[in-house]
């Protein structure tokens, strides 16, 4: 996984990620110069073209490349790699028709690291725009919980 900022690359160790510094993502020469190991699949989610470029870069024969992200300049791909390496890149923009129902399911579960993938402090409506800040800035490493109206304290 890679991620600019110090705090999310923190976040996704502690998940379990192997994580690289985006510097570290030029397109390498071959496959696995940025892991022991090829992957099966890539997700890349920033919409980069350099880091499109090195998730292609990373997958072993067979693999496929998931483009998440919508960015601005387009990558460029080496056809011959994904015609010798019979990798597939394929596109995920729209969620599935149950995925609001699993995510519910997934959130309920006593085993879910809630603590370490939502903000500690739900923020009211007024602190929205803040909140927007610390998560561009990295400030803000997990999801934070837009609390519209708060109760007063009796």
């Given at each position: 996984?890679?991620?600019?900022?110090?705090?999310?690359?923190?976040?996704?160790?502690?998940?379990?990620?192997?994580?690289?510094?985006?510097?570290?993502?030029?397109?390498?020469?071959?496959?696995?110069?940025?892991?022991?190991?090829?992957?099966?699949?890539?997700?890349?989610?920033?919409?980069?073209?350099?880091?499109?470029?090195?998730?292609?870069?990373?997958?072993?024969?067979?693999?496929?490349?998931?483009?998440v992200?919508?960015?601005?300049?387009?990558?460029?791909?080496?056809?011959?790699?994904?015609?010798?390496?019979?990798?597939v890149?394929?596109?995920?923009?729209?969620?599935?028709?149950?995925?609001?129902?699993?995510?519910?399911?997934?959130?309920?579960?006593?085993?879910?690291?809630?603590?370490?993938?939502?903000?500690p402090?739900?923020?009211?409506?007024?602190?929205?725009?803040?909140?927007i800040?610390?998560?561009?800035?990295?400030?803000?490493?997990?999801?934070?919980?837009?609390?519209?109206?708060?109760?007063?304290?009796?």
């Amino acid at each position: 996984m890679s991620e600019p900022h110090p705090r999310r690359r923190a976040l996704a160790g502690r998940l379990g990620a192997v994580t690289v510094e985006p510097d570290a993502l030029v397109p390498p020469a071959s496959p696995g110069d940025l892991v022991d190991e090829p992957f099966d699949v890539a997700l890349e989610c920033s919409g980069h073209a350099g880091a499109m470029q090195a998730a292609l870069a990373q997958l072993k024969r067979g693999g496929t490349l998931v483009l998440v992200g919508a960015g601005m300049h387009a990558p460029r791909f080496d056809n011959n790699r994904i015609l010798l390496n019979e990798l597939v890149i394929t596109g995920a923009f729209v969620y599935d028709a149950d995925g609001f129902e699993r995510s519910l399911e997934l959130l309920a579960r006593p085993d879910f690291p809630a603590d370490v993938l939502i903000e500690p402090d739900d923020v009211p409506l007024e602190g929205l725009y803040d909140a927007i800040v610390g998560l561009h800035e990295g400030d803000l490493a997990a999801k934070v919980m837009i609390v519209p109206q708060q109760k007063e304290p009796a």
